[in-house]
């Protein structure tokens, strides 16, 4: 070649790091899409089920996989207790891409009327398109949940505690029944995190889904999820749809997922702390006609909170009923000054939202009803603030309401 490279070549030449490996006590993000291979050899390796050989680096395409990605993906992995764990691009991406692994056309699934808006889509718009039957159940009972399985059920669902009613699943039933009967358990622990509730070691589920947006993240300034599987085989069959359906977590997003993690502990001690003693206050309130949080001894499934949070905190999410319907919810939501009106959750921010008007829009009224949603239903996601402030902030909007139903 010529003695001298042209700009243009010396413009795209790559130099190496200086003083490889960096010993960064951050992981880096790692941007880059594809990597560099030894030769057509190693590249072949990547492509079968044995792998690399020791010393090789593993990395191909990061749509297949990222170092990024992969730090913040074995981090969740080790909170749940899981084999492994794929991070995806959004919540639904999790959730979609679980339900599109292990279910195909005549296939039959059984999952509980009362899930987010979101999921409850895609059982009815989505599923139903590619031929899979769906049945719906009450969570609450299992006796009726077992019946509905038939000889052509390939997956029993789950989410709990529930959006937004803070529904429990019995998931040491779910885990008996999907391992009786060799049934795929798949179960959305979003609203517990995996500080409160592990159900793969816990109670033998097979996957476990999280809208990592939420309290994995922790400070509503990213989108991704989590699916974390029990076994290889299932990890394997759930890296197989993924890498083809394409719904990644970008390497920016698993790295501030990464670092939102390692104050999971300490934000949901507070989360719960504050939400415990708000559900107290609402309860006590004239103005609300009933409060759904499941640290409360008069949520009809307390006992099985006990038995289900083995640490103590039963959530930062709280739903309640206040009295004057979809005016009064709404009325209520508008006058808050402290707490953010808005969707999502888990952040260290309180938000708070009306369920019939925003996250179950998309659900017809009358499944909205069966499933208990009603107009008055308000939705508060408990942050980390002083409790004593966000109590404050409730007394005030909870007068407002006072005034407008008297002018």
């Known amino acids: 070649g010529p003695a001298q490279r042209s700009f243009a070549t010396k ?9 490889q490996p960096v010993p960064a006590l ?7 899409s594809t990597y560099i291979l030894e030769s057509a050899e190693h590249a072949a390796s990547l492509f079968t089920v044995e792998g690399v050989a020791p010393g090789q ?3 191909l395409y990061s749509r297949w996989a990222n170092p990024t990605v992969d730090v913040a993906a074995r981090t969740v992995a080790n909170l749940e207790g899981a084999y492994a764990t794929h991070l995806t691009a959004s919540g639904m991406a999790a959730i979609s891409v679980s339900l599109l692994t292990f279910l195909s056309c005549g296939d039959h699934v059984v999952v509980p009327y009362n899930v987010y808006g979101g999921t409850h889509e895609v059982f009815t718009h989505i599923l139903p398109r590619m031929g899979v039957q769906v049945s719906w159940v009450d969570p609450k009972d299992m006796v009726a949940y077992e019946k509905e399985i038939k000889p052509n059920t390939k997956v029993l669902y ?8 803070l529904t429990l699943m019995d998931l040491e039933a779910l885990g008996r029944m999907g391992k009786a009967r060799d049934i795929v358990t798949i179960v959305d622990c979003t609203f517990a995190s995996p500080k409160l509730l592990t159900p793969i070691p816990s109670f033998g589920i097979d996957i476990v889904i999280h809208s990592a947006t939420k309290y994995l993240g922790g400070h509503s300034d990213l989108v991704a999820g989590a699916i974390s599987s029990r076994t290889k085989d299932l990890h394997d069959r759930v890296f197989s749809s993924l890498k083809l359906l394409g719904g990644v977590c970008s390497p920016e997003v698993a ?4 670092r939102g993690i390692k104050t999971l502990d300490m934000r949901m001690e507070r989360h719960c702390k504050n939400a415990h003693a708000i559900a107290q206050f609402l309860e006590d309130h004239p103005k609300i006609s ?8 008069s949520h009809p499934q307390h006992e099985l909170a006990l038995r289900q949070f083995p640490h103590g905190g039963f959530g930062g999410m709280i739903a309640f009923e206040v009295k004057g319907g979809v005016q009064a919810g709404k009325r209520l939501v508008e006058s808050v000054k402290l707490i953010t009106l808005a969707v999502s959750l888990g952040g260290v921010e309180s938000l708070i939202e009306h369920a019939a008007s925003m996250t179950h829009a998309m659900v017809p009224r009358e499944v ?10 308000v939705r508060l996601s408990v942050g980390v603030e002083g409790v004593e402030d966000l109590i404050f902030d409730l007394k005030q909007a909870l007068d407002q309401i006072e005034i407008s139903l008297s002018s």
Do not use: C, K
């Open 290 to 297: 009933r409060v759904y949080y499941p640290g409360l001894r």
């Open 368 to 377: 909205r009803e069966q499933g208990g949603v009603s107009d008055g239903l």
């Open 11 to 19: 413009a795209v030449e790559r130099f190496e790091v200086r003083g």
């Open 57 to 59: 680096s593993p990395w």
């Open 255 to 258: 790295f501030l997922l990464a």
């Open 26 to 32: 951050s992981t880096p993000i790692y941007t880059s």
């Open 158 to 165: 789950g989410e709990t505690p529930s959006n937004p009613l």
